[in-house]
Nanobody
């Protein structure tokens, strides 16, 4: 079993910054993609940013230029640095990881979510 534990959310004023972290633990062979998704109240869960094990990144247009995703492969941690935050960035941020098991199959895992609230 694999666990993803997020941290770093909170309340911040517009224009401020937050750094989210997500640590993966458990029994597995490797982690392929890792990423962050946001779910605003009453809306679907949307992609914010992803990063491959090789460091290739992908961002939602809404956060490009304001956010940076990175990962520490040795520690199985993914980070999301968010700057110039806007009220529309408010939501629950979920960490996602595509994990390869020790017998070779892949499965997606999700964290429990961390709340980010940006006040205007």
């Amino acid at each position: 079993q694999v666990q993803l534990v997020e941290s770093g959310g909170g309340l911040v004023q517009a224009g401020g910054s937050l750094r989210l972290s997500c640590a993966a633990s458990g029994s597995f062979s490797s982690i392929d993609h890792m990423g962050w998704y946001r779910q605003a109240p009453g809306k679907q869960r949307d992609l914010v940013a992803t990063i491959t094990s090789g460091g290739n990144t992908n961002y939602a247009d809404s956060v490009k230029g304001r956010s940076t995703i990175s990962r520490d492969n040795a520690k199985n941690i993914v980070y999301l640095q968010m700057n110039s935050l806007k009220p529309e960035d408010t939501g629950v941020y979920y960490c996602n990881a595509r994990v390869r098991s020790r017998v070779g199959w892949y499965r997606d895992y999700w964290g429990q979510g961390t709340q980010v609230t940006v006040s205007s």
